[in-house]
């Protein structure tokens, strides 16, 4: 019997337990994870805007661990993988055959001066996180003229596409209501462009010329006062710094991998888990494998290259055991469901080399109803019942 850790239940942790747990009922497999609750976060756009509801996107943890999977609720201290084993904050040792670490990207709310005591509160508000979506929707309503802002950090980021997405929407509910005249919406990125890959970015850009939204690039968040309703952004090229008043921000944070990971032997120079980005194997440690956002695949951190990630990480774990060639190779694919309005999504699907990658044989850079439905209510159950009971 082989014994498998796990760490992390979010769902490159579930559904890898999953999938490993029906190829190998006779090893033994845990999942360490802290959080009694577990968050389908694509919604959470969605729910920002007031159309969809918060409690629909939760559920307990507990009844997502596969059958004959072994929960560990804790946190891990640090990894020894020279030893093949790990220390639990509780000061617990725990050994392993595999260690798949699927632990997920940290919020790093405090990289932004005063943001973490003005988020929720005053025209401050984030979708990135269960107790601040909501305040998003309660910013929108509550704006009635001066400057709508969203912003997108200098770091790899959940869904690259999600800090614009709630922008298309916020326009979308001030021009139905009569002050978007009154409302200057604009798009600060620290970013290039609006986005990465050229078929898409045009199709973009005309959504937003269409919507008259301003775009300022290179421009990252580092202070936010509160009281004053004033942001302040680092212009990366100049290094000039440029204060900008609103009526609301919205604010994706700074991220990073966990501190834990990036402290370990295990991280890369930039603090992620260091695989080969076609086997998902660990570059120095063989018996070791990540995927999703806390891995060093160099692809878009969203659920969709997981649910292409995770069928191939254990294939190459399973060929690893046997002493078989690491055949399964991931090539990138990455998925965003870019909403631009109620109704209306562009289906960006694209691989390492910046290639879209479709799934229809249509073209997924016009912005479709069908496309809306499949992300606002197909998706959701294939996650569920699908890959997150690694049969997707």
Known sequence: MKNILIIGGGTG??????????????????????????????????????????????????????????????KVKSFNPSENS??????????????????????????VEGLQ???GKNGVCSNYSWETVESTFESIKNTAYGNALFTQPNTPIK????????????????????VRKNINVEFMSAGAS???????RHALQKVV?????????????????????IATFENLETKELVEKSYSMIHVTPPMGAPDFVKNSPLADASGWVEVDKHTTQHIKFPNVFSLGDVSSLPTGKTGAGIRKQYPIL????????????????????????????????????????????ESFPINQAKERLSMYIL????????????MMKGRL
């Open 314 to 357: 254990v294939e190459n774990l399973l060929a690893y055991d046997q002493h078989k060639t690491l055949n399964g190779k991931y090539d990138g694919y990455t998925s965003c469901p870019l909403v631009t309005g109620k109704g209306k999504l562009i289906l960006a699907e694209f691989d390492y080399n910046g290639k879209p990658v």
């Open 159 to 178: 869904c690259g596409g999600a800090p614009q997405k709630i922008m298309y929407l916020a326009e979308e509910y001030f021009r139905d209501h009569g």
């Open 209 to 229: 010329k269409r919507k008259g939204i301003n775009e300022s690039y290179h421009m990252n968040l580092v202070k936010i006062d509160g009281a004053k309703k």
């Open 13 to 74: 942790g579930i559904s890898s337990a999953a999938k490993l747990r029906r190829e190998r009922p006779d090893w033994s497999i845990s999942i360490v994870e802290p959080s009694e609750n577990h968050y389908y976060q694509p919604l959470w756009t969605l729910v920002g805007a007031g159309l969809a509801e918060k409690e629909s996107t939760r559920r307990d943890t507990s009844s997502l661990i596969p059958e004959g999977v072994k929960w560990i609720k804790s």
């Open 86 to 111: 790990l220390v639990l904050e509780n000061e617990e040792t725990l050994n392993y055959d595999y260690l798949i670490v699927a632990s997920g990207i940290q919020l790093n709310w405090d990289a």
């Open 194 to 200: 609006i986005f990465g890959v050229e078929k898409y």
């Open 117 to 119: 005591e003005a988020v």
């Open 375 to 386: 992300k606002k209510y197909i998706l959701p159950v294939l996650y569920w019942f699908g």
